[in-house]
């Protein structure tokens, strides 16, 4: 089936020289047997070698696009700049610091087509540091809550095709920029599978 399919990549990117290859060569492997996908590395500011190394990779691949941000604006800001300049039919965003890989993103992509979106979720989100943990588990209960839905992980990586991203208008530039963006899509009544998946933390 993904033979068929195109997808653009985002990497949202700062400060990630040593992660930022083997990002790369994961995603390339990952996405190899799709009909044509792109990776855009959002480079928000950097202040080490991550803009260089996103150059050198684009220069020996026409798969790769560089974004720049010559300030560090934000996460959400760096997802929003890679999806509104993506140009194929599905999206999706992986970190660039290597906190997951290719067999948990296999889980997510493995289930493209079950639903409107695929969404993930931490299956050994005890693992964080305490303090994220608990900040995470009230940060999930509120949003809930507000607008009456129940997801298990609003931050994690998702698959969501690219005319439904444009038929949204979102506002925020932080942390909650994928709040706000699941939020919008699921008042719209579009259809969601969840898929639990085992990242990597941070020591």
Sequence with gaps: MHREKDI????????????????????????AD?????????????????????????????KIRVIIHHKNLGRGTALNRGFNEARFEYLTSINAKKDTCTRELSK??????????????????????VFRYFLSVLYLKF????????????NGSSIIPKKLFESTSIKTTGYAYETELLVSLLKKQHTYCEVGVVDIFEK
């Design 8 to 31: 653009s990549i985002v990497v949202p990117a700062f400060n990630e020289e040593k992660n930022l290859e083997d990002t790369i060569d994961m995603i390339e492997g990952l996405f």
């Design 34 to 62: 799709w009909k044509d996908y792109e990776i855009l590395i959002v480079d928000d500011g950097s202040k080490d070698q991550t803009l260089d190394i996103a150059h050198k990779r684009a220069a020996s691949s026409d």
């Design 108 to 129: 997510i992509i493995e289930k493209l087509g079950c639903a409107d979106l695929v969404l993930s979720y931490q299956l050994n989100s005890n693992e964080r540091p």
């Design 143 to 154: 949003v809930n809550t507000l607008f009456g839905l129940n997801l298990k992980y609003y």
